[in-house]
């Protein structure tokens, strides 16, 4: 599949870390998304209903972000990735989870991760 959909820099509120005081003071995060589906139906139609509705996917990763806290960024990435999964239409789907404030004794721009996720081939008995 090689058309997409992508949303990159949704910036969003957030608590999450292994440190209690990141959770009391919380940082902004930020978040990449790509999902990979077939975009050909809704370029004939020209109908929201034949794609993935970009504007609630930013709203659903941004209700995990500001949602729930997690020790990891690797569990906001993976919530999310799931999230887009839902949508039967899409094939596969990528999650960078950004942390530039992340709590290092070093200067950094940015701490990130990326997660993949692709719907597995069912295979009927």
């Known amino acids: 599949m090689t058309d997409?959909?992508?949303?990159?820099g949704l910036r969003v509120f957030g608590r999450h870390g292994v440190f209690e005081h990141e959770r009391r003071g919380g940082q902004e995060f930020c978040a990449d998304i790509t999902a990979w589906l077939?975009?050909?139906p809704a370029g004939v139609s020209d109908d929201l209903a034949d794609t993935l509705d970009y504007g609630s996917l930013a709203e659903q990763a941004a209700q995990i972000i500001g949602g729930e806290p997690?020790?990891?960024?690797?569990?906001v990435a993976s919530r999310i990735a799931d999230t887009v999964l839902r949508d039967e239409r899409v094939a596969a789907t990528e999650v960078t989870v950004h942390k530039p404030s992340a709590p290092l004794p070093l200067h950094i721009a940015d701490v990130a991760v990326t997660v993949h996720r692709a719907r597995t081939a069912r295979v009927e008995p």
Do not use: A, P, Q, W
Request: aromatic residues 0%; negative net charge; contains cysteine.
């Open 38 to 40: 077939d975009l050909g």
């Open 70 to 75: 997690c020790c990891l960024i690797e569990t």
């Open 4 to 8: 997409r959909i992508t949303v990159t």
